[in-house]
């Protein structure tokens, strides 16, 4: 009997958790603001592990005992561990917060004026010292025109995408 409990317990890691760790990253410019608009898109049980390694004390993403202090938590490692360069000047991004969405979390950045962009460097290293496997896919939209794709990992956090 204490077989079954066992394989059933063993059966249920593996039914929650998932085999792959990827994000993604989405990155528009916004005409009327003359913003870029950022949204990443990140499991919420990898950025807890990262989180707390990060800032090195256990922290509980989807029932944080202080929602500022976890706010402020996010906010450090994403802007630590993503950067955007337009005409080789490194832009300032805003966090605007998140939403929990299932397995994973959306996070909002919105950076300072700037040009409309025809190249554009990121460096994004999230989740990349906590899982090695990790791979971080980068959308940049460009005009009104599909976008352009890079994916990132582990020896290589920076990538170039232009029109």
Do not use: C, R
């Not at 409990?5 to 890691?13: D, E, F, Q, R, T």
Request: proline share 3%; charged share 25%; hydrophobic share 40%.
């Amino acid at each position: 009997m204490h077989q079954f409990y066992l394989y059933m317990i063993s059966l249920g890691w593996l039914v929650f958790a998932h085999p792959f760790h990827l994000s993604l990253t989405e990155i528009k410019w916004n005409e009327e603001t003359e913003h870029l608009e950022i949204s990443q898109k990140i499991f919420w049980d990898d950025l807890e592990i990262a989180l707390s390694a990060y800032h090195d004390e256990s922290i509980d993403f989807l029932n944080p005992a202080i929602k500022e202090k976890l706010n402020k938590q996010i906010e450090t490692y994403l802007a630590d561990q993503t950067t955007i360069w337009i005409e080789d000047k490194a832009v300032k991004l805003k966090f605007l917060g998140y939403e929990v969405e299932d397995d994973a979390a959306w996070f909002y950045f919105e950076s300072e004026l700037v040009k409309e962009p025809s190249l554009v460097k990121v460096k994004n290293s999230v989740l990349i010292n906590d899982f090695p496997d990790q791979k971080n896919v980068v959308q940049v939209y460009f005009e009104n025109s599909s976008p352009k794709s890079l994916i990132l990992g582990k020896g290589s956090e920076t990538g170039i995408l232009n029109k």
